[in-house]
């Protein structure tokens, strides 16, 4: 049976794919990368300086930095070690970070220069910062002694001087470390918010059973190369980009910069992307965009019409020969691309349909190590058939091994026998064991065995999952009825005017009322009041987006209709993987046509 922790899962596939590149990162004008035999002895050697430095079984070891080579080799490299990872967003605030540092017991940190300034000046368990970017590879007007003066009262050392600190007696002890299954591999902090961050402790069979298990979703191997550009602190891109290629001898390419997507997928053709919803929404939205602007809107529209209506007749799909300029931009080799972190809008995914191009959707959480549910992929289905049509909407079946069930929701009114519906629930070897140092917020989800997701949905006969919305979220009206903010989201979001927008329960003269907050696409907005003969001004944008809003809630039911809309001039708050932070909304918005224009969205070009 495979060794059930990430170091065997490592060192099989150095035995079997020594000379294979398997990560690789461009850096100035050319690409810096490492087979699987030197990623091995780059994270050895620094698992043993670590050692050396003082690091014990279980110690935990902040990685606060962009995606890079150093991120992959410190987070091995501490594996190897018996150490505990815990990725820290880099783009957080210094509070945020240092909360997370101080919850966590870290007593090592690996940080980027960008990252040193916002680190703490007094942490107590914090005993060395290793520090990625001395070079000028990440802060390029800073040179190390300047970042220095900078530091934190612990001591800071180049991250490559790390391995220089190894010595006969930490050779020793990293070959007698025994890394087992149930050891914690990572704690992973679920929130950029000091008050309500939980660290979710995932071990390394919570890890490893995910990634044997996510294949059966997404097939991929060692002829693939992969396209990791979301931040590896999320569990999405940490397992299924990072963790399964590596098992298979995949090549990952790393990125840090949603601009830059597209030149490297042309630079190293891609055969697997993995993005999130918003981000596809961003990529669609640019290459109409570029048509339009190339004088070809019309004919775009026309040839997406003609797909999908060859689609809808004949299962045959014609997007990969229409859109074959398409294809060539986005590197000529993709099989699929891989959406995760949130709900996928099924016109989101129906587009890139009729393009040529698959996504496959899955559904999970940091707790689940994440993927649960996942679409399966079949080419011969997508191309041949509608099948994948009649799978918009669901986010799979449940992957080997895992179990998914239902259970009433009695404080938001939904039952199982009487709605067909009810709260997710998750049971398998990829379930945490439970939130660190908190007992409480750990016995809160947990049911047994079972896992509580916080996700409404249903299950299918086939057992297709659907998502309806988070347990928390649902609106509950004065008329007992229900609405799941998700739906509605889901519906608007088809609106090129509309860029952000979260639908809020409020209360008004004592009434529940759906409303929604709306930050607009400041470009399509624009350009339909022009086409209006009208001016940009508040009132004009206001109508705009209501008239919209109204036609596109012509499709709900009357009581899932928004009663009132608030308009916000700067992009609504965010997670690291792009969606709306619900908690961080605030209750009153002002718009400012100056302040919009300022802070208008740039598309992926």
């Not at 690996?110 to 290793?130: C, D, G, I, N, Q």
């Not at 800071?156 to 087992?180: G, K, N, Y």
């Not at 149930?182 to 961050?197: M, R």
């Not at 590896?232 to 997507?261: K, Q, S, W």
Request: proline fraction near 5%; charged fraction near 25%.
């Amino acid at each position: 049976m495979e060794q059930m922790t990430i170091p065997a899962m490592l060192e099989e596939t150095v035995r079997r794919r020594e000379r294979k590149l398997g990560f690789q990162m461009k850096i100035g004008r050319e690409y810096k990368g490492l087979t699987y035999g030197e990623l091995y002895q780059q994270a050895r050697a620094f698992a043993s300086g670590l050692i050396a430095l003082g690091l014990k079984p279980g110690d935990r070891v902040g990685i606060i930095c962009e995606n890079s080579l150093e991120w992959i080799i410190s987070y091995l490299g501490q594996c190897l070690a018996g150490g505990v990872g815990v990725p820290i967003y880099y783009e957080l605030k210094a509070p945020e970070i240092e909360e997370a540092l101080r919850r966590g017991g870290v007593r090592f940190a690996v940080v980027s220069a960008k990252v040193l300034p916002k680190m703490p000046e007094r942490l107590p368990e914090l005993e060395t910062v290793f520090l990625v970017g001395e070079d000028g590879a990440v802060d390029r007007k800073s040179s190390f002694a300047d970042l220095i003066h900078r530091r934190p009262r612990a001591r800071v050392i180049p991250f490559a001087a790390v391995a220089a600190q190894t010595t006969p007696e930490s050779d020793a002890a990293l070959a007698a470390t025994v890394v087992r299954p149930d050891d914690l591999a990572s704690i992973v902090f679920t929130s950029g918010t000091t008050g309500g961050a939980k660290g979710v402790m995932l071990t390394h069979r919570n890890f490893v059973s995910d990634v044997i298990a996510v294949p059966e979703m997404m097939p991929v191997g060692a002829k693939d190369r992969v396209l990791l550009v979301l931040p590896m602190h999320h569990c999405y891109p940490f397992t299924v980009m990072f963790l399964l290629p590596m098992r298979v001898g995949a090549t990952v390419i790393l990125e840090n910069d949603l601009v830059r997507v597209r030149d490297r997928m042309a630079e190293t053709h891609p055969t697997l992307f993995g993005g999130v919803p918003a981000m596809y929404d961003l990529m669609f939205r640019a290459i109409r965009t570029q048509a339009e602007t190339q004088g070809r809107g019309r004919t775009f529209d026309r040839a997406l019409n003609l797909v999908a209506s060859v689609k809808e007749r004949t299962g045959v799909n014609l997007g990969h020969l229409v859109f074959r300029e398409v294809h060539s931009r986005l590197g000529g080799n993709l099989r699929f691309l891989a959406s995760g972190g949130a709900a996928l809008n099924p016109d989101t995914a129906r587009n890139f349909h009729h393009l040529g191009l698959l996504i496959i959707q899955g559904w999970g959480l940091t707790e689940t190590a994440p993927i649960v549910t996942g679409q399966r992929f079949y080419a011969s289905r997508f191309r041949f058939t509608n099948y994948y049509e009649r799978q918009l909407g669901t986010v799979g079946k449940p992957l080997p091994g895992i179990e998914v069930g239902l259970i009433d929701v009695p404080e938001k009114e939904i039952y199982v026998r009487l709605h067909d519906e009810g709260e997710l629930t998750v049971r398998g070897d990829n379930v945490t064991p439970g939130y660190w140092k908190a007992e409480e917020e750990t016995r809160a989800v947990k049911i047994g065995d079972w896992f509580r997701t916080g996700d409404v949905g249903r299950i299918d006969r086939q057992g297709n999952v659907y998502i309806t919305g988070r347990s928390k979220y649902v609106i509950v009206l004065d008329s007992g009825e229900k609405v799941h903010p998700d739906e509605v989201e889901a519906r608007l979001q088809t609106s090129l005017i509309i860029e952000d927008i979260a639908v809020v329960a409020r209360k008004v003269r004592g009434r529940t009322q759906v409303s929604c907050v709306v930050y607009p696409n400041f470009a399509a907005a624009s350009e339909r009041i022009a086409a209006d003969g009208q001016t940009v001004e508040e009132g004009n944008v206001r109508a705009l987006v209501e008239a919209e809003i109204d036609n596109l809630e012509q499709a709900l039911a009357p009581y899932k209709r928004t009663v009132e809309c608030l308009l916000a001039d700067t992009p609504l708050p965010k997670t690291a993987i792009r969606k709306v932070a619900r908690e961080q909304l605030s209750d009153s918005y002002s718009f400012d046509v100056k302040r919009w224009q300022e802070n208008a969205s740039n598309l992926l070009p």
